[in-house]
């Protein structure tokens, strides 16, 4: 924290310099509740926790790479390793049959994996099984989550898994790479189709492009840095990818600060597709415990913008609750008109701040 209140202040100030497209009075909010903190004696030190996806950035750092890696083939778990951390529950999934799914699933990618383990991933995209598998798996993940016996809480991790057999440092490069990637991209919405066997049929799966920071939360962080209040993100994403993506994008936040849907590792910081020792699934009452338990300091900034950060942005004592408006129907929605939260309008066809605490678009 900065030792002169003289300081502080000039540095506040500064903060509505760069006022983007904030609603005007959540501006003045972050701005009139940070001078009064930092100007304040405090036996314990100030921090602020930030969701990472659609709340410092517009997307998903983690659905991107996953999408990514289902275009590309770019795996290294074996058909094994698939089948083994696959949904074993009987029943339907959508009105499909479970367990008839997770073997077409498992077929396919068996058929695909000789090119892939080879490193030619181009020619097991000539293969018929690859459409199979791409649009299979991505129509499973998405019909998965929304599962009431299954949900986020088995496909964060899943998606998490589906990275077995690279380093740590490797996610951060691919992170990086992806990243690079899909700036480039159209905000829109791109759909796959595919005939599979019969009772499955026909099915097809929707998946967003395009990311970008939102450029006020950069600047939010930044000033946060800057009057000596430590930052730290807790996403749903997997950690390392969301290290990865931090960085490249200028977020000022260590490495260290990051928490995220981890694995288990072996030797040379290697993914497994085992679950972790004592650690939480960073959603909901997970990113709660990840504040009381692994976070050093008074949460006096939360950020966040959907039902996995409700725990979260809901704690008490909290002085600024911040939550992005992406017109979600869940349980963040009963906070849009809490008068203790912040609420931020988006333009969700541009994916950018608007200066309102309503958003607009599809």
């Given at each position: 924290?900065?030792?002169?209140?003289?300081?502080?202040?000039?540095?506040?100030?500064?903060?509505?310099?760069?006022?983007?497209?904030?609603?005007?009075?959540?501006?003045?909010?972050?701005?009139?509740?940070?001078?009064?903190?930092?100007?304040?004696?405090?036996?314990?030190?100030?921090?602020?926790?930030?969701?990472?996806?659609?709340?410092?950035?517009?997307?998903?750092?983690?659905?991107?790479?996953?999408r990514y890696q289902v275009q590309h083939l770019h795996y290294r778990l074996t058909p094994k390793q698939l089948a083994a951390i696959l949904p074993k529950t009987g029943g339907a999934l959508d009105g499909r049959p479970m367990t008839l799914l997770t073997t077409v699933l498992t077929?396919?990618?068996?058929?695909?994996?000789?090119?892939?383990?080879?490193?030619?991933?181009?020619?097991?995209?000539?293969?018929?099984?690859?459409?199979l598998f791409?649009?299979?798996?991505?129509?499973?993940?998405?019909?998965?989550?929304?599962?009431?016996?299954?949900?986020?809480?088995?496909?964060?991790?899943?998606?998490?898994?589906?990275?077995?057999g690279f380093s740590t440092a490797e996610l951060r490069n691919l992170a990086v790479e992806?990243?690079?990637?899909?700036?480039?991209e159209p905000l829109r919405e791109e759909t796959l189709t595919v005939a599979a066997p019969e009772p499955i049929g026909r099915i097809e799966a929707s998946y967003p492009l395009g990311l970008h920071p939102h450029p006020?939360?950069?600047?939010?962080?930044?000033?946060?840095?800057?009057?000596?209040?430590?930052?730290?993100?807790?996403?749903?994403?997997t950690e390392w990818l969301v290290e990865g993506a931090a960085t490249l994008l200028g977020f000022p936040v260590d490495a260290d600060h990051i928490f995220g849907i981890r694995v288990g590792l072996e030797e040379g910081e290697v993914l497994t597709i085992d679950d972790p020792a004592a650690y939480p699934v960073t959603f909901r009452e997970g990113k709660a415990e990840i504040i009381g338990k692994w976070i050093?300091?008074?949460?006096?900034?939360?950020?966040?913008?959907?039902?996995?950060?409700?725990?979260?942005?809901?704690?008490?004592?909290?002085?600024?609750?911040?939550?992005?408006?992406?017109?979600?129907?869940?349980?963040?929605?009963?906070?849009?008109?809490?008068p203790r939260v912040l609420l931020q309008g988006l333009d969700l066809n541009s994916g950018r701040f608007r200066p309102s605490r309503e958003s607009i678009g599809d």
């Open positions: 924290m900065t030792s002169s209140g003289t300081t502080t202040q000039a540095q506040a100030t500064n903060f509505s310099n760069v006022a983007g497209n904030w609603f005007p009075e959540n501006l003045a909010q972050i701005t009139g509740r940070l001078n009064a903190i930092v100007t304040q004696p405090a036996t314990v030190k100030p921090v602020a926790v930030f969701d990472f996806d659609n709340t410092c950035i517009f997307r998903d750092v983690g659905q991107a790479v996953f077929e396919a990618y068996r058929a695909l994996y000789p090119l892939i383990a080879a490193g030619k991933q181009e020619e097991a995209q000539l293969l018929p099984e690859y459409q791409a649009v299979l798996m991505l129509w499973i993940t998405d019909k998965a989550r929304k599962d009431e016996h299954l949900g986020p809480r088995f496909v964060l991790p899943f998606m998490g898994k589906m990275l077995a992806v990243v690079q990637v899909v700036r480039r006020e939360m950069l600047a939010l962080m930044h000033s946060l840095a800057n009057l000596g209040i430590e930052r730290y993100v807790i996403s749903a994403s050093s300091g008074r949460p006096v900034l939360v950020a966040g913008d959907a039902d996995t950060d409700f725990e979260m942005l809901t704690l008490p004592g909290v002085d600024i609750r911040l939550l992005v408006n992406r017109r979600q129907r869940g349980l963040i929605s009963s906070l849009y008109e809490d």
